[in-house]
C-alpha cells in the first residue's frame, strides 16, 4: 500500500485563502482587521526565524502587525508591563511573545498575563480549561494541535470511534491533541490512548491506532511494524539530524527528519505526514485563525 501524503504546504495555502477573504469581508463591512503582536526578546536566530514567518504571513492576510523586539537584558517587570499596554490597546486581538524567554524571565508568569481573550497560543490556564469543557467554551485551541485536527478532518480520515493513540503528553502537543480527539464532535468522538516514557509497551499501543499522531522528539522512534495497514501516521517530530548544502541558496541548511520511519511507513499507512512540510506549516496557520477569531469573538460574530 502506499499511503495519502498529507500535505500541510496544501492544506495551509487553503485555509490562509479562506482566512484573507473573511478579513476582506469584514474589513468592508465593519472597517476593522485582526491585529497580531509578536514580541520577541532577544535575538536567538531560530526565535528570529519563526518571527520573522509569523510576521509575513500577518501582512499577507492583510492584519495590522506590530513586531515588538526588545533586548536580551529585559527585566521581567518590563515585559510584563509592556503585555499589559497590549492587552488594553483595542487595535490588538493576539498577543504571541516567543518562547523560549531567557532564562531570567518566569515564562509562566509572563503567559498567564497575557489577557485570555487575546492569548491566541491557547496556552493561558484559562484557555486550556475550555480546552478540557470543549464544545463552544473552547475559543483558542492551541495551534499545533488544532493544525493536526485540521489535518485529519480536511483529508477526510474517519474519526467517529476511531482508536487514537497519541505518543507524548506535553502541554502543547500530546495533552491538548489528546483532549481535542476525545470530545464529543464532528472531526473527534474518537477512543484515545496517551503513551509515553513510562508506557511499558509502546507497539501494542501503536498497532492498534487508526490514528496514530506521534510528538516524541525522537526521530525513528515508531518503527514500521508498529503502524496498522491503512492507519493514519500524523509525525508531529522535527528533529535535526545532520546539516545539507541547500541547492536553492547554496547554503548549509539542518537535515529534518520526524518520529516515524518515513519512507517504510508510507507502504503501510492510508495517510501520512512527511517532515517537513506536514503538520510544520500548520501552526502559523492557525496562529493567524485564532487571531482572525479573537476579533470575531469582539464584534459578536462569534
Ligand atoms: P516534549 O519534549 O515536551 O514532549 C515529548 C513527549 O514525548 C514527552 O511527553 C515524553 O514523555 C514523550 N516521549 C519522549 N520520548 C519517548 C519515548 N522514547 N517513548 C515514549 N514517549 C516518549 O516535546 P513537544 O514539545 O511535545 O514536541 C514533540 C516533537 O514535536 C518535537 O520534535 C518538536 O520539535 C515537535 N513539534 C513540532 C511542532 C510543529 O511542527 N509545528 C510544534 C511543536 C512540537
Known sequence: MTAKLILGTEIRE????????EVKEIKAKYGKVPGLVTILVGSNPASVSYVTLK???????????????????MSEAELLALIDKYNKDDLIHGILVQLPLPKHIDEKKVLNAIDPDKDVDGFHPINVGRLMIGGSEVKFPPCTPAGIQELIVRSGVPTDGAEVVVVGRSNIVGKPIAVMMMQKGPGANAT????HTATKDLAFHCKRAD??????????LVKPEWIKPGACVIDVGVNRVGEKISEKTGKKVPILRGDVDFEAAKEIAGWITPVPGGVGPMTITMLMKNTLKSLKYKLGLM
Not at 484515545?192 to 503513551?195: A, C, H, K, S
Request: hydrophobic letters at 45%.
Open 55 to 73: 510576521i509575513q504571513t500577518a501582512q499577507r492576510l492583510g492584519f495590522h502587525e506590530v513586531q515588538d523586539t526588545r533586548p536580551e537584558n
Open 211 to 220: 490514528i496514530l499522531i506521534v510528538a516524541a522528539g525522537v526521530p525513528g
Open 14 to 21: 487553503v485555509i490562509l485563502k479562506e482566512i484573507e477573504e
Open 192 to 195: 484515545v490512548t496517551v503513551v
